[in-house]
């Protein structure tokens, strides 16, 4: 007992009295005290042998101190990482095909929902207009094949009725240890409402001087323009 931790000197007399009764123990983690006073995390094994008609136990410890110490700083990051998407602004969708498979508190705010359940018992395409759907669909097989693609003005329903103007940012992951997409989701305010039309009435104007025949030049103060 002076070689174990005492937070689990309960659980080793009860693998004692396993061992006494002819029954193996399983693997087990435990904190072993060394000769200098340090602590160590172990993984025991024990079983029951004969030797020579004495009843004896063969105990077999692995030290697992790395392994504890990697596990401990996966979970931090996992923490800050889940931190991170719960109290981003912004609403991240992860899913496969038109399944969700996580949403964020900010998405359920977003889509006017109670809960995050309420949009993962649904399907994307319940929150999409049939006539965006078309759209959509191209942009998941271009990104389930490799591809990228740029970022979606998209009309969204609510659940609590209203419709809402988002900026949907879609790319691959992996989730769960299988490929999905996560989308990040921004509702779209008046600034970018506006900056959006200029961008597209500049792309107009850019089409429009291209397709004349005659050629077409542009200056400011001295500078050529176009």
């Known amino acids: 007992d002076e070689f174990l931790d005492p937070e689990f000197l309960p659980a080793s007399r009860e693998r004692a009295a396993r061992l006494d009764r002819g029954q193996a123990n399983p693997p087990m983690g435990m904190r072993l005290v060394r000769v200098d006073g340090s602590r160590v995390e172990a993984e025991l094994r024990s079983v029951p042998f004969d030797r020579q008609g004495w009843k ?16 401990a700083a996966l ?15 912004d609403g991240i969708l992860v899913h496969s095909g038109f399944q969700p ?9 977003i889509m006017g929902a109670r809960s995050a359940e309420d949009l993962l018992a649904r399907k994307i395409e ?6 965006d759907l078309e759209t959509v669909t191209a ?10 693609v740029e970022p979606l003005l998209l009309r969204i329903k ?34 970018m409402r506006t900056e959006q039309a200029l961008r597209e009435s500049e792309e107009r104007y850019r089409q429009l001087i291209d397709a004349l025949p005659d050629g077409v030049a542009v200056s400011q103060d001295g500078r050529l323009l176009l």
């Open 75 to 89: 979970r931090e990051s996992e923490a800050r990482y889940r931190n991170l998407v719960e109290n981003t602004p």
């Open 126 to 131: 319940d929150f999409i207009f049939p006539e």
């Open 158 to 191: 609510r659940l609590d009725g209203p419709v809402e103007m988002v900026k949907l940012d879609t790319l691959r992951v992996t989730f769960d240890g299988q490929p999905a997409l996560r989308a990040l989701i921004r509702v779209v305010t008046e600034p």
């Open 56 to 71: 004896a136990h063969l105990v077999l410890a692995t030290d697992i101190s790395e392994r504890k110490a990697t596990e």
């Open 101 to 109: 498979l996580f949403v964020n508190r900010a998405l359920v705010e």
């Open 139 to 148: 942009r998941l097989s271009v990104l389930a094949s490799g591809g990228q």
